[in-house]
């Protein structure tokens, strides 16, 4: 199946921002801390406002909420009565782009009747639009993608896995005998899952991934053939992810994969079948 025409114009929408907006600045930029520690620059705030334009030129139909948003405005548009809602994350990767590491990303979902049905990631570093439609499957620069496994062990598995935000009673276990072949962090949620759904790594973890950074990156790493499921990081209850509350995820490249690392990670069993 061929990428379609809304996932057509959402890419040419963020390789245009990228363009004009994100790339000019990289490297001559300054970052500030926001309140709860997070970093933003004058970048996130012109791509917000950027595709907050044009999409609405498009389809003026559909509020956006954006990260760069206040809480208070964030959770007016998720408990609204719009059927449609656009959810950005206009930089992902802020730290890393600050401090010109080029792993960062700009992620763009569609929020449709509870559900997210398409998501559009941007890596302009290395020219490469990930994106995906529900049922219809995810692709790379035209390209589909499909999760790839070296084998059906932990030991034969690379693992992304973000350490700073696990909950501590997590991190020993993680590194005793029988877990992953090797582990990476490299900072963009987004990109993360774009990583995953193309068969670069085949293990995931994070402590305390927001709505933006997973909206479009889960659904394109589920329709490449990824395992996935969110937490509530308190309780590690599995959840709905469509929430404001930082949540705990977990993910695989397949589901003999994903039932071995749940397992080894120690969050209470939850079988995939």
Known sequence: MRVNAK???????????????????????RAEAKPDGSL???????????????????FPEIPLLGEEMTATEQQRLLDGNAPRLWILDPLDGTSNYAAGFPYFS???A??????????VILDPVRDECFCAARGQGAWCNGEPLRVHAIGNALSDCLAM??????????????????????QRNLGSV????CWL?????????????RLWDYAAGRLIAEEAGAIVQHYDPDDCI???????TPQFAIAAANTELFNLWLDFVQLPKRTMT
């Open 197 to 209: 759904a193309s068969g670069r790594y085949q293990l995931y973890l994070h402590g305390g991934q």
């Open 7 to 29: 996932l057509r114009l959402l890419t040419q929408l963020l390789r245009t921002t990228a363009t004009t907006e994100l790339l000019p600045r990289w490297q001559e930029i």
């Open 40 to 58: 933003v620059t004058a970048t996130d705030l012109a791509i917000q406002a950027h595709l907050t334009a044009a999409l609405a030129l498009v």
């Open 190 to 193: 987004a990109l993360d899952w």
């Open 110 to 119: 569609l929020l449709d009747a509870g559900q997210i049905t398409h998501g």
């Open 106 to 108: 700009i992620s763009l």
């Open 238 to 244: 599995p959840t709905s992810p469509l929430t404001l």
């Open 161 to 182: 896995i973000d350490l700073k935000r696990l909950p501590a009673a997590h991190l020993a276990a993680l590194f005793r005998p029988g877990g992953f072949r090797s």
